[in-house]
């Protein structure tokens, strides 16, 4: 695996064995072209995924959206956490 990827392999929820799931996962992310959409490719490209589909089916309301006052805010917000939650579940997966 590669030296980039060397901090999050040390954390006991992912190791060598779970950056191995999260690089040979796909991934489902929004096609939109919105903030939200971007900050989630982002976010899963750093994690180590390399393979992402656009895909159209709605995606889960992002539950903390109205502490956040600014649209661009409560955006970021929610592409940081459909990512999270996909990584997370990629993550969570029996091997």
């Keep these: 695996m590669e030296a ?10 992912v190791g060598e064995l779970g950056q191995a799931r999260l690089a040979s996962a796909t991934y489902v992310v929004g096609s939109d072209g919105s903030l939200a959409s971007e900050v989630e490719r982002e976010y899963i490209a750093r994690a180590g995924g390399t393979e992402m589909v656009a895909g159209r089916e709605p995606s889960p309301a992002f539950a903390h959206a109205e502490a956040f006052r600014h649209a661009d805010a409560r955006d970021f917000a929610a592409g940081a956490w459909r990512a999270l939650s996909q990584l997370k579940n990629v993550l969570e997966q029996a091997p």
Excluded: E
């Excluded at 980039?4 to 929820?13: C, K, S, V, W």
């Design 4 to 13: 980039r990827y060397a901090r999050q392999q040390m954390l006991a929820a």
